[in-house]
């Protein structure tokens, strides 16, 4: 721990206006008595301009039950049993890795995919104990029944969120339980995929090796953020609170491409290859299920991919 907050101080003091290193981790004063003003959450929108036309056709349109191809089927391990509309990529900022009931979510991030427009909406916590206002963006969201998207979000991000909500009694509807939705969960996906081809599968690496980005140097790191928040409750500092929500943002943009370059991967040939080796390939052949599967032996990939163009000039059904 004293070695993030180290790495804390460093980054905050480089800052434009940031606080000096002896501000880093003071505890908060207790937060002041709400008034009818004050809002607990930060909102920040904005509609993204990406090229993704693959995944919102895929996965922005309303489905109904069963209108999935089986390939999307076997990503999301589960044939959903009720249909949905657009899809949900979310990302959770939490003060801690535990997934017990003392891990509270500070930034919530989502984005809605529909067929037209692709919107970021970014939702951080200003007061302690004020949480409920977060939570209540995130269940407005499933009401719809989207298809979710996330990166490790079945086995952190959504636990994370459903303890919270728990908690704070805000349980959901039946229709809206998220754990019913169907949801790709990228890693899993990504593991699948390029199975032996990567150093690693965190999203850093992706980012990397198959998108070709790279954070600026001076980019709040994932590991600072508990502790970059704890900082801005006592210090207000804009520069740290705008290094947290720049850094959540681009965690959800990069999801987005990899959620396309997956699909461009499983469609067609991809603009930035990956070299492919055994493994790789009898890990993709199982996202095919059993026909795909015969086809990638055979090097006959393309007829499992005619299936799914098939399906995409079907439209939404």
Known sequence: MSRLLKRLEGHLAGAPGGPGPGNAMTPPPAPPPKTHQEDPCLVRREVLDLDLGLLKALLGCTRK???????????????????????????????????????????????????????????????????????????DQLESRPLLISYNGKSYDLAVLRNRLIINGLLPAPEAEPRTLPHLDLLHTGRALWKGTLTNHRLGTLEGELLGLARGPGELEGALMPA???????????????????????????????????????????SRPVAHNAANLLAK??????????????GAEGLAKTSLRAWLRAGPG
Do not use: I, K
């Open 65 to 139: 039950a069963g209108g999935l191809p089986p390939v999307l089927r076997a990503m999301l391990r589960r044939s959903p049993q009720e249909g949905h509309r657009g899809a949900l990529l979310f990302d959770v900022e939490a003060t801690g890795l535990s997934r017990g009931a003392g891990t509270l979510v500070f930034l919530l991030g989502m984005v809605r995919l529909g067929p037209d427009a692709v919107v970021l909406e970014q939702y951080f916590l200003r007061t302690l104990g004020l949480e409920a206002q977060l939570l209540q963006a995130f269940l």
């Open 228 to 270: 970059a928040w704890f900082s801005w409750l006592n210090t207000r500092d804009e520069a740290s609170l705008e290094a947290m929500m720049e850094h959540n943002r681009q965690d959800l943009v990069s999801c987005l491409l990899l959620a396309q370059r997956a699909l461009e991967e499983l469609l067609h040939s991809s």
């Open 285 to 298: 052949a199982r996202l095919w299920g059993p026909a795909g599967a015969l086809a990638v032996g055979l």
